[in-house]
């Protein structure tokens, strides 16, 4: 598999900054890009980061990986901690995979239903689906401009477009809430109309 992986998707010598690394999408991601030849810098907040690293740097290499823990809400840090990367790296793939599926923004708790939910939860929700994404851009998409390419790839869901029923959660301790489509569809409405520069090209979203 991973040689076919190479033939088709070869990107051999680049290197790839993936948000939410460790996340269930993030972790197959760094490990699809390590194995065509990527270097990938993951950032995430998880405690889960460094063994994951630690792990990627075993199988392929020390100088492949690197981890940047940091907590996404504390913006000054995080903003500190793109700008570190941006003046270290040459950054030639932007991932923002990262959002908050957990109890602040209204995951699988009584409250995140929308008769419920409370002002916290949809501020939480559009600040970890959109503005971490328009932070990480905003820095790493400079770097790109200047250079004169690269790629942005933001991760949206098919729930931007059709939200999930509430029927599929009964009997059940889950939910998904509402918020989480309105976040997921702004990113995708942000990633259609967006453009790096006069010269740039609209960058889609992917599911």
Known sequence: MHDR???????????VLLTGAAGFF????????????ASVVLMSRS?????????YKDAFGAERAA??????YDRDRLQAALEEIAAARQIDVLINNAY???PRTGFNVPEGCL?????????????????????????????LRQRGGGSIINVSS?????APSPTLYEGTDFLNPPF?????????????????????????AAD
């Open 5 to 15: 992986l190479h033939d088709i998707f070869d990107i051999e010598g680049r290197t």
């Open 26 to 37: 993030g972790r197959h991601i760094a490990r699809t890009f390590l194995e065509v030849g």
């Open 47 to 55: 405690e889960k980061l460094q063994t994951q690293v630690a792990e």
């Open 67 to 72: 981890a940047v823990q940091v907590d996404f």
């Open 100 to 102: 908050d599926m957990g």
């Open 115 to 143: 008769e419920d939910a409370p002002y916290e939860q949809w501020l939480a929700s559009m600040e970890s689906g959109i503005y971490w994404a328009a932070l990480t851009t905003r820095i790493v998409g400079g770097q």
């Open 158 to 162: 098919m729930y931007a477009l059709v």
């Open 180 to 204: 989480y489509s309105v976040a997921k569809a702004g990113l995708m409405g942000r990633s259609e109309g967006r453009r790096v520069g006069k010269e740039g090209r609209s960058r889609g």
